[in-house]
């Protein structure tokens, strides 16, 4: 007797990148595959091809991830990512769009999917390339609920994401390729997700 077996998509793992979903409400209310949490003293990163985990590199610096962070799904930082930010003349990176997603509860494991709300980001130049670090706050976190901007949140704390990502690509005796300006909000931060969106589409299509 034949059996019913689920869909393809449904009986095998989708790749984290370009099988899941971007969210529910996008470019608002987004999916983030997480690949660190704060706990991590390891950089674990995507491995683009096969869409496992791998090891990056063990960190130099004893600063550690001050939120859970990874990428949006079906998102692509590519010339129109580039072109919303000043002074990346090489463009977007090429990788997913990453998004720090903060959580009052301690979330200890990677390789999970997490219900973001967008609330501002942090544009970062690494080496001229534009390589925006979205803000989110977990959905239904009671703590962070009634965050609506990054204003809304507390300055010191969005200054440790900031020297997280000054820092954690540092190598002593050798000069920074990394810059960050200001800090902006919602709006600005939904204007990269759409860029980042539609680069995804100009790259990889929309099936």
Known sequence: MKKNFPSPFYRWRPHPWHGLEIGPNPPAELNAYIEL?????????????????????????????????????????????????????????????????LSERPIQRGEIIVRARVV???????????????????????IWTDIEDISDLPPVLVERLRHYFLTYKLIPGQESKTSIGKSYGKEEALKVIEASMQDYEDEYGSD
């Open 120 to 142: 501002g980001g942090l544009p970062m130049l690494d080496d001229g390339e534009a390589d925006d670090k979205i803000i989110a706050v977990l959905i239904n976190d009671l």
């Open 37 to 101: 949490t704060p706990f991590d003293r390891v950089k674990y990163e995507i491995d683009k091809e096969t869409g496992y985990i791998m090891v990056d590199r063990p960190q130099r610096t004893s600063s550690q991830p001050p939120s859970l962070y990874g990428f949006i799904p079906r998102t692509y930082c590519g010339d129109r990512v580039g072109a919303i930010m000043e002074g990346a003349e090489k463009g977007g990176d090429g990788d997913p769009l990453d998004i720090c997603v």
